[in-house]
């Protein structure tokens, strides 16, 4: 009983530091390579040393388990490390985020589709950037609050940018927001994700900081 105690203890006393790294990891490291990531976090890892009992760190085992990251694997999410990392980001972003999927050969599409569907309460659309009907499944997801998954992307659209930020008004009870030149109402369970199969998209700054 005492070595149980001792070891919770322990866990209790880091788990601070681990969430502050996992959130260093959600913020500052989603956009950077497996090679980056794992350097960066070393040196994390090394510098709270100091303070804390932490001698490794694992994203995975931090924000998932195993038993979930089979289930994200039966709905088409690959196996390897840097694919179940960039999934536990997408996951753990608020409905205001909208992740940018980097994804050449469209390995995530199938899981983002499954996961999204399961996510959201208010039904998903799927469309692609040049399909004739992106205008207008834009407008329904932003008033009926759907889940809106972009394929085929090669930046943000003009007309996503008020999306993005959440430029939101008010118009007596209601939320309204300025999509192209229709003022529409917003539903606040709206969520985009954005996917392209470009390896290097060319972001604005004012896009790559939303």
């Known amino acids: 009983w005492q070595e149980q105690a001792d070891f919770l203890h322990g866990q209790i006393s880091t788990l601070p530091v681990f969430m502050l790294l996992c959130a260093g990891f959600v913020v500052y490291l989603s956009k950077s390579s497996e090679t980056v990531r794992e350097d960066m976090l070393n040196s994390w890892v090394e510098l709270v040393s100091s303070i804390s009992k932490v001698e490794e760190f694992s994203l995975r085992k931090m924000l998932s388990t195993e038993s979930g990251l089979l289930v994200w694997k039966s709905w088409g999410l690959p196996a390897d490390k840097l694919s179940q990392?960039?999934?536990?980001?997408?996951?753990?972003?608020?409905?205001?985020?909208?992740?940018?999927?980097?994804?050449?050969?469209?390995?995530?599409?199938?899981?983002?589709?499954?996961?999204?569907?399961?996510?959201?309460?208010?039904g998903m659309e799927v469309v692609a950037s040049g399909d004739p009907r992106f205008t207008s499944q834009v407008e329904l997801c932003v008033r009926f609050g759907k889940t809106l998954l972009i394929l085929d992307v090669d930046g943000l659209d003009p007309m996503l940018y008020p999306l993005a930020r959440r430029d939101l008004q008010h118009e007596g009870?209601?939320?309204v927001v300025s999509v192209g030149d229709k003022v529409l109402d917003f539903a606040e369970t709206f969520r985009m994700v954005l996917v392209t199969r470009n390896p290097d998209p060319c972001l604005p700054p004012d896009a790559a900081a939303l």
């Open 85 to 122: 990392e960039n999934s536990i980001v997408v996951s753990n972003l608020g409905a205001e985020k909208v992740p940018f999927v980097i994804d050449p050969a469209e390995v995530s599409v199938a899981w983002l589709k499954k996961y999204l569907e399961g996510e959201s309460k208010t």
């Open 173 to 175: 009870a209601r939320w």
